[in-house]
Each structure stands twice: as structure tokens, then as C-alpha cells.
């Protein structure tokens, strides 16, 4: 076995495809946010499996209830992406035998079930084992015609870009948990429990899914410079970025402390948001269609035949570097 360090997260993940047997007509191509398996008369079963891990994924602050429940809605966010309604989840939950006591586990229950009841879906079975950290591993299962799902690969140029929200606010509040950075406590307050308490734009998905007008999708949990990439990549396309998607708390906090309101909204992570290419004519339809479930969508820029990713900001053109969270390299 060798122990020598080298491989990021995406590297390890593209080694191991690499050492697979592809299925084949794969309805979902390796390396999109769901996987699926064809049921007959246009209807695919969505799977998805995503993992928190403490060290990596809880910060301090953060209790057992809200990070078992952060692990549901870590895996519902991909579901919104592709415009799925999750229906069912298995739960793989590893802890080490200091948190074995009665009130610790049912606190992770209570976690769990709470957020599978906020996106209508259930638990309904699982596994549990010793570690030396707590692990919980959800597997999420869905239902969805074919033809609807959000894939990530079908940009075109002139598409228009869009999020479901601002930017910037989870990074804001890692800082404060993490670095013990400074912000007034109302603004700490919100910026704090967008790292504890996240939520999933599956309503937005479901939403955008049934209008057809969107052309590419992702979850924005690794950072939103990361997740244009990664549709660009996905879809041999570029982007022209011309309206930061800054949250409002964000850019106080990055004024207060000096920071590059840059950095916070393009290059942070856990947002949890949606970034879309929409068809140009039916942008009016998706905008109202997200409006009627209680969300906003925001146009950010359009994508472009020259595969690059740029933005421009007061007539200064920057280039967004493919970076972003990733395991293995991110603290």
C-alpha cells in the first residue's frame, strides 16, 4: 500500500472511473451530480450518494442535529439540480464509541428525519458501524422522466446564466467559525446560521425542470467559479460573467474586514445554490415559474462559443480561475 499524498479529490474520483467497466447507455455520463438507471417508457431511477465527514465537513459551532441534518440536504441540492424529486434515502452512519450515548444518536435521528421531512421524502433504512470520526453517508432514490432531467452538458452559446441566490455568505460565516473574523451580531447571526442551517432550491429545481427552459444545471456546493467550470467543461462552452451575485451580507462583511468581495462570492463553497444556462426565449418562463414557488432567479451573465470564463466588473475584465472547495487540497 502506498501512503504518499499527491491526488485532489476530482483526480482520486477520475483515477477510480477510470478502473471501471462502463455500463452500458449510461442515461447520466460519470461526473454529473446524480447517477441513473433506465426504467422503461421514458422514466429513470436517480441515485445519488454524498458523505459528511466531521473533520472536514462540521465546523465548530455546529451541533449533531444540524450536521446530520446538513448530510440530507448536502445530497437533496444535487436532486434540485437535476430537477428530482427525491422520494426515499438509506443512511450509512459510522461513530466512534465516545458518542454512543443515548442522547447523542437520538439527536442525529432527529436530524436525519428532520431533513428528510422538509424535502417530503423518508428514511428508510440503513446501516451503522464503529469509526474513529462520525461518518454519515446518505443514499438518495427518485423517480424522473427522462426528458426532464437538468443535465449539465447541453449549454449553448447565447444561453443566458443564472443563480437561484447571492453569493458569498456561507465563506462569510466560516470565517467567523473558522478564523474568528469580526462582523456586528445581526450580521453575524445570518452569516453563521447559512453555515449551520443550509438549504436545498429543490422547489426552484422542480420548478425550472418543468419549463424545459433550462439547458445545463449544478449544485453550487464546491463554489460558484468551480461549478461554471464545471458546466463549461461538461459542455465545451465558455462564459461572459457580467453581474457578481454578491450577497448583500456578504459585501458588508468584506468591507468590514477588508476583504476581496472576489474571493467570497466566486471562490468559497456549501452555497448550495443552483447555477443555470436558461434558453434565451424562454427566460420570462423560468423566472416566473421559480417566482411562483417563493424563489428569484438572477441573471448573471451568458454563455459564449470561446471556451474561457470571464468577468467584468465596473469595465475591468477578470478571468475566473477553476477553483474552488475540493477535498485532499481545501482546508
Not at 205 to 219: E, M, Y
Not at 243 to 259: C, D, G, Q, S, T
Not at 273 to 301: D, F, H, M, Q, S
Amino acid at each position: 500500500m502506498n501512503f504518499s499524498s499527491g491526488l485532489g479529490e476530482r483526480e482520486i474520483i477520475e483515477k477510480i472511473w477510470g478502473c471501471l467497466d462502463k455500463m452500458p447507455r449510461m442515461p447520466v455520463p460519470f461526473g454529473d451530480d446524480v447517477s441513473a438507471v433506465e426504467l422503461g417508457d421514458g422514466k429513470l431511477v436517480v441515485l445519488k450518494t454524498d458523505m459528511l465527514v466531521a473533520e472536514t465537513d462540521v465546523p465548530p459551532g455546529m451541533s449533531l442535529r444540524q450536521a446530520a441534518r446538513k448530510a440530507v440536504v448536502m445530497n437533496v441540492s444535487d436532486f434540485a439540480a437535476k430537477g428530482v424529486k427525491p422520494i426515499a434515502m438509506l443512511v450509512s452512519l459510522g461513530l466512534p464509541k465516545k458518542l454512543t450515548a443515548e442522547e447523542n444518536v437520538e439527536e442525529i435521528g432527529r436530524g436525519l428525519n428532520a431533513g428528510a421531512r422538509e424535502y417530503n421524502a423518508y428514511i428508510i433504512g440503513g446501516d451503522t458501524n464503529e469509526a474513529s470520526d462520525i461518518v454519515i453517508s446518505v443514499s438518495l432514490f427518485g423517480i424522473a422522466k427522462k426528458d426532464a432531467l437538468m443535465l449539465r452538458s447541453e449549454a449553448k452559446p447565447e444561453d443566458l446564466v443564472a443563480v437561484t441566490g447571492g453569493f458569498g455568505k456561507t465563506t462569510a460565516g466560516l470565517k467567523i467559525l473558522l478564523d474568528g473574523l469580526k462582523a456586528p451580531e445581526k450580521l453575524r447571526k445570518i452569516l453563521v446560521n447559512s453555515v449551520l442551517m443550509p438549504y436545498a432550491r429543490l422547489r426552484e429545481g422542480l420548478a425550472l425542470s418543468r419549463t424545459r427552459a433550462v439547458t445545463a444545471s449544478i449544485d453550487s456546493s464546491d463554489g460558484l467559479a468551480w461549478s461554471l467550470h464545471e458546466i463549461a467543461r461538461a459542455s465545451s462552452v465558455g462564459f461572459s460573467i457580467t453581474h457578481l451575485p454578491i450577497a448583500k451580507e456578504a459585501a458588508e462583511f468584506a468591507r468590514i474586514n477588508n476583504l476581496d468581495p472576489l474571493e467570497l462570492t466566486l471562490y468559497g463553497g456549501e452555497e448550495y445554490e443552483l447555477v443555470l444556462t436558461i434558453k434565451p426565449n424562454l427566460w420570462e418562463k423560468a423566472e416566473k415559474a421559480v417566482e411562483k414557488v417563493g424563489g428569484k432567479l438572477i441573471r448573471i451573465g451568458r454563455v459564449t462559443a470561446e471556451e474561457q470564463i470571464t468577468l467584468e466588473i465596473n469595465g475591468e475584465k477578470h478571468v475566473v480561475e477553476p477553483r474552488g472547495w475540493e477535498h485532499f487540497r481545501s482546508r
